[in-house]
C-alpha cells in the first residue's frame, strides 16, 4: 500500500481538480483560484502557475516575505460514473510567493512552500510531514490514469463488470 505521502504527491501531481484559498482573498468567479499548471519543486514545494492578472498572483506579490498563507486543496473524482465518485481529498498548505520570471508572458509563476499536507482517501484520513511529502514519489501511472480507466469503461465495460463481480 503506498504511504499517505505517496497518495498526497500522486494527488498533487495529477488532473484532479485543485483551488488555491488564500484566506482574505475573495474573487468573483471561483476559476480564478483554479491553478492551470502545477509542479513539485526538488525541496517539495508546488509550483503553482496562474494569469497574471488574478486576484491570487496580485496577492502574492504584494505580500511582504512570507506572510501570505494558503492551501491547496485537490479533489479527485472519479473520471467514470461510479457509485462514489469522490475517491481522495488532499491539502497542502504554507506560504505562498511570487517567483519572477518562471512563467510564460502573461503568466505568473507562485510557490507555496509546503508547511504541511494531508490526504484523505479510500485508506482514511493522515497528516504528512513535509519532508515525507518532499521525498515521495508519485504513482508513475498518474498522467495516464484518467486515460485508462476511461479506455477501460468504454472499451471493455463487460469484462471490467466481471472482473468487479469477483470482488464482490
Known sequence: ?????????TLVQSTCSAVLL??????IHPDQL??????????GDLFLGFPSGSPVVRAATRA?????????????VAPVSVPHRIRGRARVAGWLTAVPGLAQPGRTM???????ASVDDLWGFEEVEPEDFRDAVADPLVAHEAELL??????HGEQMASL????G
Request: aromatic share 0%; proline share 7%; glycine share 8%.
Open 64 to 76: 511582504q516575505g512570507d506572510e501570505l498563507t494558503a492551501v491547496l486543496e485537490i479533489t479527485d
Open 110 to 116: 507562485l510557490r507555496l512552500e509546503t508547511g504541511e
Open 150 to 155: 476511461q479506455h477501460l469503461h468504454a472499451a
Open 22 to 27: 488564500v484566506p482574505g482573498l475573495s474573487v
Open 1 to 9: 500500500m503506498p504511504s499517505a505521502a505517496e497518495r498526497t504527491r
Open 34 to 43: 483554479m491553478p492551470d499548471s502545477r509542479s513539485i519543486g526538488p525541496e
Open 164 to 167: 468487479s463481480a469477483l470482488l
